[in-house]
């Protein structure tokens, strides 16, 4: 990513979630702000407020680390601290960080405070890149005898048990869920054990640890966010496809999964792609539903969350979309998104947004369009019925469903 400013990530964030809205996604979990601090929470209250719109977000503020697990990397940087604080460039912290049990508590509380909807800790990462710098373009940029014995730059595992389960215990004392940023499945099997409600990723098994980690996961009923849309943009082909059958034979076992698709890495709007690769890979589309709904509720934190959202229910929050097409006929039907409801507001319909930029308005006319937008809304509600059970794909009379929760960068 290019060096961006505040004010221009806290744009794109904007725009980010203004995007998501359009495309039927209604909730947002959002790990991590990639070092700008506690900004989604801010952006969180801004859509809250009304001041712009988006999903309805969950928010991670900073992600937790140990030190030198998680920040951002520069050879320059050494001249910092071999000069005593000159000669070299500082650079903005990218997680929260915490060595041994106490200080890992510590930073829960840190996050609880910083106004964190959920704890999510780095179980791996590639903290070793240092010692065989990315090649850069130029003379002298490559490495010239990279190791051919081990990976190059592996995912190593940031925290100790003790310290993941201290994180959980912490987390749990304020009523917040957790998340588990994990490469390899030797770090999301800890992370299970340890006590976490979703895991996120698992690209990786150098060590044999699936098998056991699917049976921990369908034990304690952990979630897995398996980021299928990230491994597309980022793996070769046979790499993907390894994910891909690892998702569907998780699934067959009893896994429970949620449709997060880590966006931001690739773009706002086109999160249903997570979603697509879940049905390509095999798992029937009644289950991918579930998966970016009801599941992506329950990796928020359920009722802990404060709202019930992801499902038909009485009492849960009015979060519909419609399609133009049935998802079980066409396997492009979740971008064809012609309506969208969130908190019984109408923010798109026949395919267009609605009210996105609110214009100021004198009192009395502003009622008046606000019952004009209330009798319409209450129109729809009851006509609609239970067209996913009874679908008749087209532009008046499209598929609904409850709409969908994703996992993402903001871009911040």
């Not at 404060?306 to 009485?314: A, K, L, M, P, T």
């Not at 008046?396 to 409850?402: G, K, T």
Request: proline share 6%.
């Amino acid at each position: 990513m290019r060096d961006q400013s505040p004010t221009e990530r806290t744009v794109r964030a904007t725009n980010h979630a203004r995007a998501a809205l359009l495309a039927g996604y209604t909730t947002y979990r959002d790990l991590g702000t990639e070092a700008l601090g506690s900004a989604d929470a801010s952006l969180r209250d801004c859509i809250n407020r009304g001041l712009t719109p988006g999903p309805r977000m969950f928010v991670a503020t900073e992600a937790l680390a140990c030190s030198g697990g998680y920040e951002l990397r520069s050879e320059n940087r050494r001249g910092v601290a071999a000069s005593g604080g000159g000669g070299g460039v500082a650079l903005p912290r990218a997680a929260d960080v915490g060595d041994g049990v106490d200080a890992v508590r510590a930073a829960v509380r840190r996050r609880i405070g910083e106004g964190a909807d959920v704890i999510k800790f780095y179980g791996d990462y590639r903290r070793r890149v240092m010692r065989f710098p990315p090649d850069v373009p130029g003379p002298g940029g490559r490495v010239l005898f990279p190791p051919d014995r081990a990976p190059r730059n592996p995912a190593v595992v940031l925290f100790t048990g003790d310290e993941m389960r201290a994180i959980v215990d912490e987390a749990r004392r304020a009523g917040a869920p957790v998340a588990a940023h994990a490469a390899e499945a030797k770090t999301a099997l800890m992370a299970v054990r340890a006590g976490v409600d979703s895991v996120e990723h698992v690209f990786e098994d150098s060590f044999g640890c699936m098998e056991n980690l699917v049976q921990e996961m369908v034990k304690r009923e952990t979630i897995w966010v398996p980021t299928l849309a990230t491994a597309e943009e980022d793996f070769e082909p046979e790499k993907f496809a390894r994910c891909k059958k690892a998702v569907k034979a998780a699934f067959d076992q009893g896994v429970r999964l949620a449709a997060g698709g880590d966006a931001g890495v690739f773009n706002h709007g086109l999160n249903a792609r997570e979603m697509e690769i879940m049905m390509e890979a095999g798992i029937p589309v009644e289950d991918v539903l579930v998966a970016g709904t009801y599941t992506g509720w329950q990796a928020c934190g359920g009722d802990k969350c404060g709202y019930r959202f992801g499902c038909w229910e009485e009492g849960n929050r009015a979060d519909i979309i419609a399609l133009d097409a049935d998802p079980r006929k066409d396997p492009k039907a979740l971008r064809k998104v012609s309506f969208v409801m969130k908190d019984a507001r109408v923010w798109k319909r026949d395919g267009l947004p609605v009210d996105m930029v609110a214009v100021t308005q004198w009192p009395d006319e502003l009622e008046r369009l606000a019952e004009e937008e209330r009798k319409k809304s209450s129109a729809m509600s009851g006509t609609s019925g239970d067209s996913m059970a009874n679908p008749t794909p087209s532009t008046q009379s499209p598929d609904m469903c409850s709409s969908p929760t994703s996992s993402c960068d903001m871009g911040f």
